[in-house]
């Protein structure tokens, strides 16, 4: 699957008549996931947390990729390339915050997007506390 389109990337797309048409992320992978499965085309209005999050099982390129156009920036992000894991004098590199950085680091480091599910999954991460008083 390639995602170099740089309206799909913008988070629009073109309709019949040519016009663009803005798409939320999540709108985006699931129509990424419908066309990579050739299945019916679903809509996201009527699709739970846990349903989108059980779509994505068993593709983690369009789920980092989903995660990825959510991410909204971050500070003190250290990455060290694969090949000098095992060189103790090898120095992780500080990453700069961009959708296409976060999409290397969430597909190379899948254990990240687990913790991004623990959390999506997690609906109290999503309440207000209450004060009452």
Known sequence: MKFTDTAEMAGTRRDAAGNLIAESATAQMVKALDEQIGGKKRSVKNMSVDDIL?????????????????????????????????????????????????????????????????????????MRKVVTG
């Open 54 to 126: 059980q779509a994505t099982e068993g593709n983690e390129e369009i789920k980092a990729r989903f995660y990825a156009r959510l991410t909204t920036g971050w500070s003190n992000v250290f990455y060290l390339e694969d090949n000098k894991m095992d060189d103790p004098k090898a120095k992780p590199t500080e990453l700069t915050f961009s959708e296409d950085t976060a999409f290397m680091l969430y597909s190379t480091r899948p254990w990240i997007m687990e913790g991004i599910d623990a959390f999506l999954a997690d609906r109290l991460n999503f």
